[in-house]
T-cell receptor, first 111, second 112 residues
Framework: DAGITQSPRHKVTETGTPVTLRCHQT?????MYWYRQDPGHGLRLIHY???????DKGEVSDGYSVSRSKTEDFLLTLESATSSQTSVYFC??????????FGQGTRLTVV | GESVGLHLPTLSVQEGDNSIINCAYS??????FIWYKQESGKGPQFIID?????DKRQGQRVTVLLNKTVKHLSLQIAATQPGDSAVYFC???????????FGTGTLLAVQP
């Protein structure tokens, strides 16, 4: 799993509540990414980080925020969860050769 | 905006045959491409990559071809096995960012 851990692996939450997903790496890589995966859409980039406190938006960033206060952790926050944010969320890190390695995913259900 | 797309959502092949999965991209600045395999309930797994200064790269039973002129790449799997059944994604990166953009995926179904 290339030293990537996502937590939690599964979560059910209510509409309007805040949710934070965590991605932890042990590889000390600079780049980290958050994607969501939905049927018919493949993997869509939400936000990514290119260093501590350096982040940028992806394709579908509305409704999400991220933080990276240390190299090993990249947090994804849904400030006020909506049903449209029900999805599987994947974190990825970028290896030294450029390829991205993925975590096992977090299945989030917003009811 | 940039996009990476796949021609077919599903590909069915016989065990032992060769498989070819195609992908088109729109961003001319894309200079790095990766193929991923995703099995049910798991995260995408790296298969093979290629940079824009190459037009072909081979791995174990897999070959990636890149045609920059028509912005197309393909993944060829030789002697397809039941364990190759999965969804395959191409992804591209390039330009001024390190954003890795994915296509929608092709489901490869290997028939015994």
């Amino acid at each position: 799993d290339a030293g990537i851990t996502q937590s939690p692996r599964h979560k059910v939450t209510e509409t309007g509540t805040p949710v934070t997903l965590r991605c932890h790496q042990t590889e000390n890589h600079r780049y980290m990414y958050w994607y969501r995966q939905d049927p018919g859409h493949g993997l869509r980039l939400i936000h990514y980080s290119y260093g501590v406190k350096d982040t940028d938006k992806g394709e579908v960033s509305d409704g999400y925020s991220v933080s990276r206060s240390k190299t090993e952790d990249f947090l994804l926050t849904l400030e006020s969860a909506t049903s449209s944010q029900t999805s599987v969320y994947f974190c990825a890190i970028k290896g030294v050769s450029g390829e991205a390695f993925f975590g096992q995913g977090t299945r989030l259900t917003v009811v | 905006g940039e996009s990476v797309g796949l021609h077919l959502p599903t590909l069915s092949v016989q065990e032992g045959d060769n498989s070819i999965i195609n992908c088109a991209y729109s961003n001319s600045a894309s200079d790095y491409f990766i193929w991923y395999k995703q099995e049910s309930g798991k995260g995408p797994q790296f298969i093979i990559d290629i940079r824009s200064n190459m037009d072909k790269r081979q791995g174990q039973r897999v070959t990636v071809l890149l045609n920059k002129t028509v912005k197309h790449l393909s993944l060829q799997i030789a002697a397809t096995q039941p364990g190759d059944s999965a969804v395959y994604f191409c992804a591209g990166e390039g330009g001024a960012t390190n954003k890795l953009i994915f296509g929608t995926g092709t489901l490869l179904a290997v028939q015994p």
